[in-house]
């Protein structure tokens, strides 16, 4: 796994050091979908982490740093959210304490325009803001280098206690302390529910709060009004004097938007642009919120591991211009792969997020992580146990029933263990899709109109309002009929409607699967399948997986492999299919595939229910007779499976 990957740091040891815990703030953002509308008339919203220190512990996270995060939730649906999304994105949650009397806080945000944000705080009584002393855990701060404090947890006695509790931890253990400025006056009391865009109110009550602060920190990072609320001026330059006489020892960090930062190490000179700056990266303004978190996560990347402050402001100004380009707070952060790739080869595009390869790797990088290998029972058959159900004068309705049997039979061979899964879908699988989701199974979908060649989608209608309906975890699969030397509008029209699929995928954040079937329709030789992936890999489309057609022979699986190593090498993966194949030349295909690492499972459907389901559909057996002889085929693979020679996987 790539460093900054999601899942780098989870599972780790208790006991592990870390490079960073924030405390504070954790909220759910809901981000308006209509750009450009006001709150008002905002119809959709999407979810995400949200609030400085959380922002901050999955950004570093991303970036390759240890992080943990100390805050409180809620014990509701939102507050496991937090507390789950933060797992997955590899932060330590040991600090993340969940009270039973609060609700987990919530922001509301959008974008008006270019240069206006309206944001909205639920902070009334809420979670983290009852932060205190007794959510301090001396075991947690004595394995963390740094500690990073926030200007909005230092507005209230108890959680400025609890902030200034862990800074002496911190520092008596010989780690450094972090203070994130982070200025918003509304939740210091000196504006309205309503003013939650407001960055700069002159106060000289906050000042005197922030300066008593500035001594204990080693790293005082804030834009040039955050300077000016803690130096307590409003001319820049001196307000960082100000900051400087109070924190002699200090490095400071002067965030100044789309200019970049400028940093000061020592004495503070006549002219701000004679500090220490990196290059800047101007890009178009989609949505500034959520930009200094990103900043402040590139910044610690650098700083925690002693970078020269040049190589600092470069990973700050990147990131930054990252999340301005993007609409959301922590999820648009990147990863370390990414920012590397932004600095070594730069982007064409002036809105990153147009940016197809940085897109990619984004999307590579911070999906959930999925255990293989993938075995996974194919029920998503329509066509097919629709002539069944006919050819025995079984009505329709019964098909439905007969998935749920099928869950049952892979709940029952899987035992809770992961890798096991289904494919299944929504025509007639709406209730087995709801019994393998409660059985811990993973789940592959199908869009394609059955048998549709050229492709089309069930249906009808917007592919991407269509996923909106479904559950993040769902796998996206759109089945293929596809031969490298079709006629070249059958071919180019393929080519569209995959295309269409992968953007509707990548827009609702859903894996695609793209299954080929390209025997059926010309000769399967050993680099039929080699050109077609070429093919598609050269018009754009990287799905997530690759469900192929079983070869016979190591050589093409090689060679399959092979191409999937040098034109995608985030790919997940391929899983193999199984056709009506009898289950004795499947057993042979398992073996071949073990000639690359890239064959991450199987997902077989005939050779396991056919029989089954003519039997139950024509009322020869129960149910649990269909259950015991489904299990029964699919254990028999599972065991095929875990016996084949198993390759070094990627």
């Known amino acids: 796994m790539s460093p900054g990957d999601p899942g780098e740091n989870s599972g780790r040891s208790p006991a592990e050091t870390l490079d960073l815990v924030t405390i504070g703030r954790s909220s759910v953002d809901l981000y308006g979908q209509q750009i450009g509308a006001r709150l008002e008339d905002m119809a959709s919203f999407s979810k995400a982490v949200g609030g400085c220190p959380a922002n901050i512990a999955i950004g570093t996270a991303r970036l390759g740093l240890r992080s943990g995060i100390i805050t409180r939730v809620g014990d509701e649906h939102l507050g496991r959210f937090i507390r789950e999304q933060m797992q997955r994105e590899g932060v330590d949650v040991a600090g993340v304490h969940t009270d039973p009397d609060r609700l987990t806080a919530l922001a509301i945000l959008g974008v008006r325009d270019s240069s206006s944000f309206p944001i909205i705080f639920y ?22 280098k740094s500690v990073v404090v926030t200007g909005t947890h230092f507005s209230k006695p108890h959680s400025a206690a609890a902030q200034r509790l862990a800074m002496r931890l911190v520092r008596d253990a010989g780690g450094r302390v972090v203070f994130d400025v982070d200025y918003r006056p509304n939740l210091w009391g000196l504006a309205g529910h309503g003013a939650g865009e407001s960055r700069y109110i002159r106060s000289e009550t906050v000042t005197a709060h ?8 080693d790293l005082i990072v804030g834009t040039e009004e955050e300077l000016h609320i803690a130096g307590g001026h409003e001319e820049t330059l001196a307000a960082i004097r100000a900051v400087r006489a109070a924190a002699p020892a200090a490095t400071i960090v002067c965030k100044r938007g789309p200019m970049g930062c400028v940093v000061f190490a020592g004495t503070i000179p006549d002219s701000i642009e004679d500090g220490i700056k990196g290059p800047g990266f101007p890009v178009e303004v989609y949505n500034t919120l959520g930009a200094g978190d990103a900043f402040m996560s590139g910044f610690l990347r650098g ?28 999820p648009e952060i990147p990863t370390f792969p990414e920012l590397r790739h932004f600095l070594q080869h730069g982007s064409e595009q002036h809105a990153l997020r147009h940016d197809a390869a940085l897109n990619h790797i984004h999307w590579a990088t911070t999906r959930r992580v999925q255990p293989t290998p993938i075995m996974a029972l194919a029920c998503d058959h329509r066509v097919q146990l629709e002539d069944i159900a006919r050819s025995v004068d079984a ?5 439905a029933d007969f998935k749920r049997l099928a869950v049952r039979a892979a709940a029952r061979v899987a035992e809770g263990r992961p890798g096991f899964g289904m494919f299944l879908d929504g025509r007639y699988g709406r209730e087995a899709l709801f019994a393998a989701s409660h059985a811990g199974l993973w789940v592959a979908r199908p869009i394609e109109q059955t048998g549709s060649r050229p492709l089309d989608f069930e249906n009808g209608g917007s592919l991407g309002a269509q996923l909106a309906e479904w ?17 070249e509008p059958l071919r180019l029209r393929q080519e569209r409607e995959l295309l269409r699929a992968q953007d509707a995928c990548r827009r609702q954040n859903r894996d695609l699967l793209v299954e080929i079937i390209a025997g ?13 992936m070429h093919r598609l890999y050269d018009i754009g489309i ?9 070869q016979r ?10 191409v999937i190593e040098a034109r995608d090498a985030l790919c997940r993966g391929i899983v193999l299919l199984g056709l009506e194949a009898p289950a004795e030349q499947l057993i042979e295909a398992f073996h071949a595939s073990a000639a690359t690492p890239w064959v991450k499972g199987f997902a077989i459907g005939r050779t396991i229910f056919m029989d089954p389901a003519r039997q139950w559909l024509a009322n020869e057996i129960t149910d649990d007779a269909a259950v015991d002889e489904m299990a029964r085929r699919f254990a028999a693979l599972v065991a095929a499976w875990q016996a084949r020679e198993q390759p070094e996987q990627k």
């Open 395 to 399: 009505p329709f309705s019964r098909i």
């Open 303 to 330: 700083w925690l591991r002693h970078e020269p402050l040049e190589t600092c402001c470069a990973y700050a100004n990147a990131s930054g211009a990252f999340a301005v380009s993007r609409l959301l707070c922590s």
């Open 471 to 487: 559950p993040l975890d769902q796998v996206v699969k759109c089945l293929c009929f596809y031969h490298p030397d079709d006629a």
């Open 210 to 217: 922030l300066k008593d602060i500035l001594p204990e920190c």
């Open 553 to 562: 022979d190591g050589a093409t699986w090689q060679a399959i492999g092979a």
């Open 520 to 532: 059926k329709h010309g000769p399967l030789t050993h680099d039929t399948l080699p050109r077609v």
């Open 542 to 550: 990287r799905p997530d997986w690759w469900k192929l057609e079983p």
């Open 123 to 144: 902070r009334t009584d809420c979670a983290d803001a009852a932060l205190d002393e007794t959510d301090i855990d001396p075991g947690l701060l004595a394995r963390t």
